[in-house]
């Protein structure tokens, strides 16, 4: 059977009474039939405010127990939805915005930075998150273009960070 590109929208029926899909589905964020990554990115603002406070590696380790959960939620979310990486799947955009708030205090400013940044990191998927994007499949796939688009905004977050701290 072969997986199609972008699935039709399940019921949402369906995204609240199955577990793995109110997962994937940011907890049923990723059902906006506008943008639905963008509104599903939003699903991980409460654990970047809760985890503001705590260590680095604490912070860290959320991050990273997100990434690998997601590998499986992503991966069969879009196995029963027979979909390469349905546009509601929005996991990997919680751990990818995660990722990116990991390297600056979290204010008002840099949470809309951010945000900013990897939205256009995972919106046009410049090389080499494209050719993840295209030959990656399964949860692996779905995650790591998101991954690797949070770890790019980190970088340039922090650059703009710590250029105005110290050279303002």
């Known amino acids: 059977m072969t997986m199609r590109k972008h699935a039709p929208f ?3 029926v369906t995204v609240f009474t199955q577990p793995v899909h109110f997962l994937a589905f940011g907890f049923g964020l ?3 039939r506008k943008a639905p990554g963008t509104v599903g990115t939003v699903a991980a603002l409460p654990l970047i405010l809760l985890s503001a406070t705590w260590p680095l590696w604490a912070q860290g380790l959320l991050a990273l127990l997100v990434t690998l959960a997601g590998f499986w939620i992503c991966g069969e979310s879009a196995r029963r939805l027979n979909s390469h990486d349905h546009p509601g799947i929005v996991w990997d955009e919680i751990a990818g915005w995660l990722i990116t708030m990991l390297v600056v205090p979290v204010t008002l400013w840099t949470l809309v930075a951010g945000f900013l940044l990897f939205r256009f990191f995972d919106v046009l998927k410049p090389w080499p998150i494209s050719l ?14 998101d991954v690797l688009a949070g770890v790019m905004a980190a970088v340039l977050l922090w650059g703009g960070y710590a250029f105005w701290v110290f050279y303002w």
């Open 10 to 12: 399940p019921p949402a």
């Open 132 to 145: 993840l994007d295209r030959h990656v499949g399964g949860g692996v796939g779905i995650m790591m273009d």
């Open 30 to 32: 990723g059902l906006s």
